[in-house]
């Protein structure tokens, strides 16, 4: 289970996210960037960040904990900025939280650089799991104590919106040409490259997804999927997760962000 915290204060926004993050105090004393279930995306950007945060942090990549933060009314009722009380209104209940790393800055690729097989591993993981937002322009990678953090993988899983064939999205190669790590990943040689790919997907089991898919609070999933009017329960959608997961091991070489040039 992932550890559940209750807000006790909206502090501020963080304006540079695109889905109104805010940093929340909790009842343990902890600061966390929250991601409320009210703001544009509703909970379909919560599940990818646990499912992918949490399969991340399996593979070996540093990602802030998350947490299943608590809001309630009173949350909101001491808030004097309209918007951000409306926000907190249509977001009562459980939302996700990840640990606010203080004096951390972003990653620019240019002052600092990981090891290449961290690069590589975060890079075959986002071509994975289908995660676009590594750019230049939006890294999405912390510096906190001379360390990379892996954080924001909202926007992963695109397949969640559509549930397009199954055969489709398995081989399906999403655009990493602007991935900030591409250049550090890139200084492995092709047996490197190849050894992370074997070891990575022979790490992804049954097993290790459904440790991962059952720390998604099945609220999450039903609220997504109540509005396209589909009624499985929170164990199927778990399982459709993790038979759209695993189809993309099977062959990697369409989507593996070294090989083949890019299309779209
Ligand atoms: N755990 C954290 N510790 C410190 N700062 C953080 C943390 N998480 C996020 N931030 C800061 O808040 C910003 C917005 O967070 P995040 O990228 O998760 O939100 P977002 O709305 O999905 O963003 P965008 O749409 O711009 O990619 C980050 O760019 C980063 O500067
Ligand atoms: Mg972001």
Known sequence: MLRTVAATAYLTPLREGGSLPGLVEADDDGMYVVKFRGAGQGTAS??????????????????????????????????PDEEVQELLNSSA??????????GSFGYDGIHWQPPAPEAATIRWIDAFAANIDRTWRNPNLLIWHRDLWAI????????????????????????????ILAPV???????????????????ITPELLDEVLNLVPGDWLLTMNAAIGDDRDAAAW???????????????????????????
Not at 46 to 71: D, K, N, Q
Not at 158 to 178: G, K, M
Not at 187 to 196: I, K, P, S
Request: net charge neutral; charged share 30%; no cysteine.
């Open 152 to 179: 924001d993988h909202g926007a992963a899983l695109v397949f969640q919106h559509a549930w397009p064939p199954l055969e489709r999205w398995a081989t399906r190669r999403y655009d990493l040409s602007e991935h």
């Open 93 to 102: 209940g459980e939302n996700l939280g990840m640990d606010y790393l203080p």
């Open 46 to 79: 919560l599940v990818a960040e646990v499912i992918v945060g949490e399969l991340s942090r399996r593979l070996g990549v540093r990602v802030p904990e998350l947490v299943r933060i608590t809001i309630d009314g009173r949350t909101a009722r001491l808030e």
């Open 185 to 203: 990943a890139d200084t492995l040689g092709r047996a490197q490259l190849d050894a992370l790919d074997a070891a990575l997907a022979a790490r």
């Open 238 to 264: 778990r399982a459709r997760y993790r038979e759209y997961l695993l189809a993309r091991l099977t062959d990697r070489a369409p989507w593996r962000p070294e090989l083949a040039p890019v299309s779209s």
